[in-house]
């Protein structure tokens, strides 16, 4: 009786690259059925170093932060920072957990196949040496019968004896091959079951996968959202460089923000769109996302804060009396 067969990691990683090139999902079953079987062990080990030449191969090249932005945000950025850094905490431990859970559930489905694997091939060697004895009595048999024919009746009692003993290992090779039957179908019955465990709790973490993508997107609407009212407030702000020529460097300053702030955000949006896949990277980027949010809401509210003090700097000057000596009135 056969053994599974032992696929190359170059086997694998073909079949898988082609599975992914087809837009299918490439799981221990799809590339079990795909290569036509094989060892589960094997086959995870070989689809795990897939993954992560998959992860590496794919890794985002890091851009650094132009310095005039660096030194403009720096304050903004630390307490934004800190905010962010509570939510993304708890989104963290929680995919912490829940990744080093299904490490452990796979650890110990493998480490279940293997024993299992490894003792179907033990009973498949017990069969394949009982084979070969059945063989070997038949051989014998046979020469014995040939024997007695040879010496007629005086070994006739010989060859009923030997026939009597060929059939008592008859019976004892059927009764273990039917026993052997019913081993190898209760340990596949448990190997599925298993199978079907881990792809469930496989299910719950690409679930979460989904859950962080969602909060990226929310973040990403947040942010379209923050442009708009930056929009708005750099309309209020050109009415206020028409009311003082004093607010024309802010203005200036704020144009240059803002430019920079569009940068960065196009660049986030690129870094969020490429979170799909990427479980590992999803993390760091919400709290890029929310740092920019955080960012640009201060920004709107400095702004408004400066249009709020000329509005009332125009107020008080519209409110001087007329022909005060203006060393007299109180500012």
Known sequence: M?????????QVFKVADDLAAQGKEVTPNVLHGALGGGSMTTIYKHLAAWKEQRKQLAAPVPVAMPDSVLASFNQAWQ???????????????????????SDRNLADAILTITRLES????????????????SNIKRAANAAATEAAKREAALAATVEQMQKQL?????????????HQTFRQDRAEEVTRLTADFLARFEDQAQALRTVKGEADSLRSKVNDLNGQ???????????????VQHEAIARQAEQMLSDTRRLLDEANAKAFALTGQLGNSTGQCEALRAQVQSQEALLKSITNKEADQSKNNARTRDKPTGTDPGKVKP
């Not at 930056?230 to 003082?244: K, M, V």
Request: net charge negative; glycine share 4%.
């Open 2 to 10: 056969g053994r599974n067969a032992l696929h190359t990691p170059e």
């Open 79 to 101: 307490i934004a920072a800190q905010e962010a850094a509570k939510e993304v905490a708890v989104i963290r431990e929680a995919a912490e957990a829940s990744v080093k859970e």
């Open 167 to 179: 059939a008592e290992q008859q019976t004892a090779l059927q009764l273990s091959h039917d026993e």
């Open 119 to 134: 003792e179907a091939d033990e009973e498949s060697a017990k069969l394949d040496s009982l084979t070969g004895d059945l």
């Open 230 to 244: 930056l929009a708005i407030a750099r309309e209020e702000e050109g009415r206020a460089r028409a009311d003082a």
